[in-house]
């Protein structure tokens, strides 16, 4: 692997967003009385964000506050529009898993650009920023291109940025990530971190089980 930068989607890459969200609905969720599982919480937001995203663009607050009144709504529990904020105040919460700045650090150390594409908005994806030990060299946020991963809008923006610049995208979404960038010719790598197996016609060129496996391959 010859790089000179490596960008990461964020949530599900870098940060356990499956987590974040599942502990921040079934919180909320149980002061209104109602109980809900985990794996059926991480199901049911799987289903309804997509469909959020792929309509019209609207901020990323917007789309968290739709897509947990969408999954409320599935489970029969009546949240208004002003209660479903709570999801998006829940954000900078969220935790890096364990491996992400070890694997960060080393490969800053080891003389890598690193940058960021997110489906977020700004204010959000700097929130976030407090939970790694490194400075990223890009960002690149659905607010800053006006469209949501697996829309090409990142994807074209980090090409015109990185021209001169040996480019490794990393990521964890094979829907959001590892499809547009297999379509756009972007090298890729699949941080599988869920153990799934690959779908549709896209393929990574490289597949590993953590972001330290991929730290440690770079920078070998």
Partial sequence: MDYDIVTFDCYGTLIDWE???SDAIMTY????????????????YHEVEPAVEAAEYRRYKDVLRD???????????????EQAAFLADS??????????????????????????????D????HSTLNHFTVEFDLLITAQRVGSYKPAH??????????????WLHAAQSYFHDIEPAYD??????WVNRKAEEPWGHARPDYEMATLESLAAILCD
């Fill in 184 to 189: 756009l010719g972007i090298p890729v790598a």
């Fill in 29 to 44: 969720a149980r002061e209104a009385g109602v109980s809900l599982q985990r794996e059926q919480v991480i199901r049911a």
């Fill in 67 to 81: 897509t947990a009144m969408g999954v409320a709504h599935g489970f029969g529990w009546a949240l208004e529009e």
């Fill in 122 to 125: 700004d204010d959000l994806l």
């Fill in 153 to 166: 809008g990142h994807f074209l923006r980090a090409q015109e940025m990185t021209v001169d610049l040996r």
């Fill in 91 to 120: 954000l900078p919460h969220w935790p890096p898993f364990s491996d992400t700045n070890t694997a960060l650090e080393l490969m800053k150390d080891s003389g890598y650009q690193l940058g960021i594409l997110s489906n977020v």
């Fill in 19 to 21: 987590t974040g969200i």
